[in-house]
T-cell receptor, first 114, second 112 residues
Framework: EAGVAQSPRYKIIEKRQSVAFWCNPI?????LYWYQQILGQGPKLLIQ????????DSQLPKDRFSAERLKGVDSTLKIQPAKLEDSAVYLC????????????FGEGSRLTVL | QQQVKQSPQSLIVQKGGISIINCAYE??????FPWYQQFPGKGPALLIA?????SEKKEGRFTISFNKSAKQFSLHIMDSQPGDSATYFC???????????FGTGTRLKVLA
């Protein structure tokens, strides 16, 4: 079974530029999550999708972050314009809510904002 | 109330020793408590999980102890090995929401 795929793995941008991250969850997983992990901290939920609907985006900085999950499969997280404090690893995870809800994480996309 | 407090922040253990990491929560609606292991450059991976209907769960060298009245749970790694050196996160979730709250992480180093 293929795992959660994320790209790009690394991205370096200047502040005020834009960036987009892509995630392909495990096939059949209805729930998809984007987490932000700042160095030395635990993952912080940015947005949770159930199929292609948003379940929770209460901690998503909506003035600069946006996310979509078209057709209930792939998802894209965009940051525009980026700030220095957005430097972090962006983790995508998926779960099969009918199978107990275990989270499966991708390897993450490391963003450095200069 | 949505926080999960994790300690210690870092831990150094000799090979063969016992590693103990603790977590505490406030929200009594949480009913699923997993531990995740993360190696550098990798995403977290599920290690072991427990539900509050049992006080202990053991899988190999890894044991979760759960104290419902104290709202605390802990991870014990017996016979710790250098390969266990990683960051460990506790988490909590309420069934039906599938929304996970993570602790701040414990960086474990096992000395050879």
């Amino acid at each position: 079974e293929a795992g959660v795929a994320q790209s790009p793995r690394y991205k370096i941008i200047e502040k005020r530029q834009s960036v987009a991250f892509w995630c392909n969850p495990i096939s059949g997983h209805a729930t998809l999550y984007w987490y932000q992990q700042i160095l030395g901290q635990g993952p912080k939920l940015l947005i949770q999708f159930q199929n292609n609907g948003v379940v929770d985006d209460s901690q998503l900085p909506k003035d600069r972050f946006s996310a979509e999950r078209l057709k209930g499969v792939d998802s894209t997280l965009k940051i525009q314009p980026a700030k220095l404090e957005d430097s972090a690893v962006y983790l995508c995870a998926s779960s099969n809510t009918g199978g107990g809800g275990e989270l499966f994480f991708g390897e993450g996309s490391r963003l450095t904002v200069l | 109330q949505q926080q999960v407090k994790q300690s210690p922040q870092s831990l150094i253990v000799q090979k063969g020793g016992i590693s103990i990491i603790n977590c505490a929560y406030e929200n009594t609606a949480f009913d699923y408590f997993p531990w995740y292991q993360q190696f550098p450059g990798k995403g977290p991976a599920l290690l072991i999980a427990i539900r509050p209907d049992v006080s202990e769960k053991k899988e190999g060298r890894f044991t979760i102890s759960f104290n419902k009245s104290a709202k605390q749970f802990s991870l014990h790694i017996m016979d710790s090995q250098p390969g266990d050196s990683a960051t460990y996160f506790c988490a909590a979730m309420t069934s039906g929401t599938y929304k996970y709250i993570f602790g701040t992480g414990t960086r474990l180093k096992v000395l050879a």
